[in-house]
């Protein structure tokens, strides 16, 4: 059993002392092995101080440069982004509500502006990294799409890159109902079926996997548009697109 030995503790024989010389002579191996690291360190610092503190400077200076384009850039873009979409939002939503030439005339003021203000089109380009200058691109791609514009509409609405639950997949369903008017059945296909599969609710899903179904048929295809009419029959019984799915399954399943 070790026992412990006081301090200025000399030994009785000679295993003793020789048990003292090694401790001793490890206990400075240690410390010169230490001594020999802070050294190198040292050393290693010296040498390459210059390029350290390049580093860290470098990186101080990415890092306020960012948030100093957050500060001084950024959020006043952001700020004056939204204010010039508050005309062209109001001229979209009253074409929404109205119809005929009225309606076409106030769809038209939302991409190019009145009053003094931007419309989506202007917004869309002039402040592209905003969120507004986003939110541009889905409006514009819509007014286009309303007006007839269905290239225009398409243009603007591949552009469109938010994440949000409703209007991410609206935007790539609208491509769809784009090409549908363009007679690209295939390619509307494709695309409705995209939109159907970005996000899982009770609005988007329902309303373009009936619209891929739809398309699905007029193709022939009537696998596929029985595949996307069944899960609408069992996933979103209580949609309102539900409601007349018996028909389409019976136009599917002839094919």
């Known amino acids: 059993m070790a026992s412990y030995k006081k301090r200025g503790y000399k030994p009785n024989n000679k295993a003793e002392r020789e048990e003292q010389v090694e401790k001793e002579s490890t206990t400075a191996e240690v410390f010169n092995t230490l001594d020999e690291g802070a050294s190198s360190t040292e050393q290693f610092l010296s040498k390459y101080q210059k390029p350290i503190f390049g580093v860290i400077i470098a990186i101080a200076v990415v890092i306020l440069g960012f948030l ?9 873009n952001e700020a004056e982004a939204a204010n010039e979409m508050n005309q062209a939002q109001q001229f979209f939503d009253s074409a929404i509500e109205a119809s005929g030439s009225q309606q076409d005339s106030l769809f038209t003021r939302s991409l190019q502006g009145g009053n003094g203000k931007f419309g989506f089109e202007d917004i869309a380009s002039s402040y592209s990294g905003t969120k507004a200058g986003q ?25 469109f890159n938010v994440d949000d639950e409703i209007l991410t997949p609206l935007a790539k369903g609208s491509i769809g109902d784009a090409f549908v008017q363009l007679d690209q059945p295939e390619e509307a296909l494709d695309y409705f079926e995209q939109a159907a599969k970005m996000r899982t609710n009770e609005f988007t899903t329902p309303k373009f996997l009936l619209k891929a179904a739809i398309t699905a048929i007029s193709l022939k295809n009537g696998k596929t548009a029985k595949k996307h009419l069944e899960r609408i029959s069992d996933e979103f019984p209580n949609s309102a697109e539900a409601k007349n799915i018996d028909v389409y399954l019976g136009q599917a399943e002839v094919l």
């Open 68 to 76: 100093g384009y957050q500060k001084f850039i950024q959020e006043p």
């Open 135 to 159: 939110l541009a691109n889905y409006y514009a791609g819509i007014s286009h799409l309303n007006l007839g514009n269905y290239q225009e509409a398409i243009d603007y609405l591949d552009k």
